[in-house]
Nanobody, 125 residues
Framework: QVQLVESGGGSVQAGGSLRLSCAAY????????MAWFRQIPGKEREGVAG???????SYADSVKGRFTLSKDNAKNTLYLQKNSLKPEDTAMYYC???????????????????WGQGTQVTVSS
């Protein structure tokens, strides 16, 4: 059974840091496209950062230079290091994985074979 489990969320003051983890179970982790998304109540889920199976990464403009993706293949875990956090980074963060295409959201619909349950990040000013 494929499962993604996020952790590492919490409350932090603006300017602080958090590291989110996404542990993957039940599939060949290193062969998958993986990505982080975030969602605020009442708004569409948006992509934050993604990593291909070859390790190449991409980031939303709003987080470039502040967030960094990394993978630990031995632990089947994807990390999102978040620095210089801002109140607008407050959201529920979700991890997603897909074997064929990078997970993405468009028009209110999100595509990806597997999704985690989410971890809340709250940044206070």
């Amino acid at each position: 059974q494929v499962q993604l489990v996020e952790s590492g969320g919490g409350s932090v003051q603006a300017g602080g840091s958090l590291r989110l983890s996404c542990a993957a179970y039940g599939y060949p982790y290193s062969s998958y496209y993986m990505a982080w998304f975030r969602q605020i109540p009442g708004k569409e889920r948006e992509g934050v950062a993604g990593i291909d199976s070859d390790g190449s990464t991409s980031y939303a403009d709003s987080v470039k230079g502040r967030f960094t993706l990394s993978k630990d293949n031995a632990k089947n875990t994807l990390y999102l290091q978040k620095n210089s956090l801002k109140p607008e980074d407050t959201a529920m963060y979700y991890c997603a994985a897909d074997f064929n295409i990078p997970p993405y959201c468009s028009g209110g619909i999100c595509y990806g074979n597997y999704w985690g349950q989410g971890t809340q990040v709250t940044v206070s000013s």
